[in-house]
């Protein structure tokens, strides 16, 4: 019979015991870096991705930004600032944004966009212990503006009541195009009194006053939109040239020739104007029974002078369908101050091409427009009291398209 010493026995396990509690905390010890670097990878991970998250919202925000500083008119410098102070609000901090209109890269290219690529490092935590480099992050936007539709009429002054109004027995139909106000007032179009309008849409900043009904192809006129952009914002100024040029006032009949007219222009009798641009330094007054005439011609009023044209003229002037000053048949000089300009005519006139007045109200009376209804008015305010038909298909004569109710969208 054998007999087992379970002392000794003991003593074994005992040594087993330690031997493996030894390895096992060595084991710990060589794999514990891996471990706490793999968790630390694991966070800083989840933090990489929240960053560029919120890096992506910081150019979507910018971007916006920026396109939304483009639709108001605002110069490129103006644009990028818009762009930066966003992001800047956003948390961009010490990161880098770079802002181009229109897009550099991509489908946008050549299309009304704000491009935004911003750029930000990010200093290392856990996974310090195997590198300090900064992990680079970037995130790119574009924010595209489209025009939902094209306009006829657009009145640019932000803020004024009944910036568009119809009123006496006007009976206008305006086709394929809309009529757009950029004033945040209540009243920003108004149409009151027994006139009769027919339009695609009526589009407003602010809202519109109807005393009647309109008849329009939208459902309801739309209010609360965003404004539009001034369509002749990139307009040069006609220099004044040398020397100045005088109507001959004894002369039943004359033609006149391009160039500047120092003493303004008072029109009597039949007068043809030459192609060309007339710079008119002083107001031009087109009188009862005159019978004007001329095509290719744009007729720039310096400063703030203004436009009179009696009921009892016939008037038929047509824009240039090319160059510089295509489809602008008047235009008002935008460093002037407030003023007046009133087109009156009977059925037999026809003003062909756009009257472009930023800083004065268009008074749009009689019953006449252009050829084919190409009649375009731009100006800080409206105010039609006449009948016409007014139609926006007018690109073969050389009239460019006026957005109206455009909408900013991230597009990339």
Sequence with gaps: MTFICFTGIRRIANGIRRGTSANVATIFALTLPIVVGAAGFGVETSYWYYNSLRLQATADAAAYAGALEQISGSDKPTIVAAATQSAATNGLGSGTIVVNT????????TKKAVEVIVRQNLDRMFTSIFTQAQVPEQARAVALITDASKACMEALDPTASQAVGFSGNTSVKVTHCVIMSNSNA??????????????DCLISAGGVSLSNPVTTVCAAPITQALPASDPFADLPTPAASNPCKNINGNKTTQTIQPGTYCGGMNLNGTITLSPGVYVVQGNLKINAGAVILGSGVTIFMQGSNTVSMNGNATVTLSAPTSGTYSGVLFYGDRTGTAAQSTFNGTADSLLTGALYFPKQQVNYLGNFSGNSGCTQVVANTIQWSGSATVNQNCSSLGMRDIPAAQSVALAE
């Design 102 to 109: 229109p897009p550099t890269s991509g489908p946008n290219t």
């Design 186 to 199: 209540p009243d920003a179009i108004k149409l009151q009194g027994s006139a009769a309008l027919q339009v």
